[in-house]
């Protein structure tokens, strides 16, 4: 994922379900006053400055955190103020002194199933928050797109730019059981409460366009311009023949849908 601007403009995806999981948790979330927010992987920032501090109460200030310094400065450019702040950090990383058990409320929309290093997110979150402080995530577990990715690498044309494909792939992407892996981990941590829903989603984009310009901003490989669109159209059709003959999704005819399925989880402290 190299391009802030590129992500800034096909980002619907993300801006809809981190919408549509605010709203669903409003009234769950026991909202603090003046509170501290963290975005954990705010990418560009919009999510964090038009998304979360619009829609919760009572936030004094929110900040964005990502592991990728030209997210970060192209959202310290858009969308930074004075309740608004950006910083580099890497949600999986050793976690500064400053940061310990000092926010009240914390999300995290699209980014975790990027991180292999599960175990030391989640502690991070853990001890990012105050006592009782939550957290509300959603990411990504089994996707199509995985499994086209993988049989992508295998190509001769393809594997020279596919380089350490399984370092992008969701840790729960194998799993015969995801739930059951990640509340393992979540109550060994110490979580007091948790609760996960595992979703099996459709997202249908307005066009193929829009849903290549999404894949592509989410891309973090070097793929040469010239041979980009041959590689997302390899793609597209690996993905549709996976999705029609090994999952058997209905919605697989259409040529912009991405099938996957999400965690949406909320956990206290
Ligand atoms: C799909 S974007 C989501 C951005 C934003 N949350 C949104 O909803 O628009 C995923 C972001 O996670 C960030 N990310 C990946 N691994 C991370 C890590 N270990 N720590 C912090 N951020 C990370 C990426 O750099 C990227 O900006």
Redesign the pocket.
């Known amino acids: ?1 190299n391009n802030a601007d590129l992500y800034n403009k096909s ?1 619907i995806q ?2 809809t379900g ?1 919408l549509q999981y605010l709203r669903e948790y409003y009234d769950v979330i026991q909202w603090k006053k003046n509170s501290l927010v963290l ?6 920032g ?2 964090t400055s038009n998304v979360i501090k619009k829609s919760i109460p009572y936030c004094k200030t929110v900040i964005g ?4 310094e030209d ?1 970060i400065r192209f959202a310290n450019e858009h969308y930074s103020s004075e309740s608004v702040q950006f910083t580099v ?4 990383g050793d976690l500064p002194d400053a940061l310990q058990e000092r926010f009240h409320h914390a999300f995290s ?3 975790i199933h ?2 292999q290093q599960q175990e030391n ?1 989640f502690r991070n979150i853990y001890n990012l928050l105050q006592k009782d402080g939550d957290c509300l995530a959603t990411f990504v577990g089994q996707a199509v797109f995985y499994d086209a990715l993988r049989e992508l690498a295998k190509r001769k044309k393809w594997k020279i730019w596919l380089k350490d494909t399984e370092k992008f792939i969701s840790p729960y992407h194998d799993s015969s059981n995801p739930e059951k892996q990640l509340r393992e981990m979540l109550d060994k941590i110490g979580f007091s409460f948790i609760e996960i829903h595992y979703k099996r989603l459709s997202f249908e984009y307005e066009s193929a366009e829009l849903f290549q310009e999404a894949i592509k901003a ?1 891309t973090p490989f070097k793929i040469p311009e010239d041979i980009f669109d041959e590689y997302l159209d390899e793609l597209f059709e690996e993905m549709q023949r996976i999705d029609f003959e090994v999952y058997k999704f209905k919605k697989s005819t259409s040529e912009w849908v991405h099938n996957f399925h999400m965690f949406v989880l909320y956990i206290k402290k």
């Open positions: 994922m980002n993300q801006k981190a975005d954990i992987g705010c990418g560009d919009s999510v955190c990502d592991v990728n997210m950090f890497d949600i999986a929309f699209f980014v990027w991180v997110a989410l």
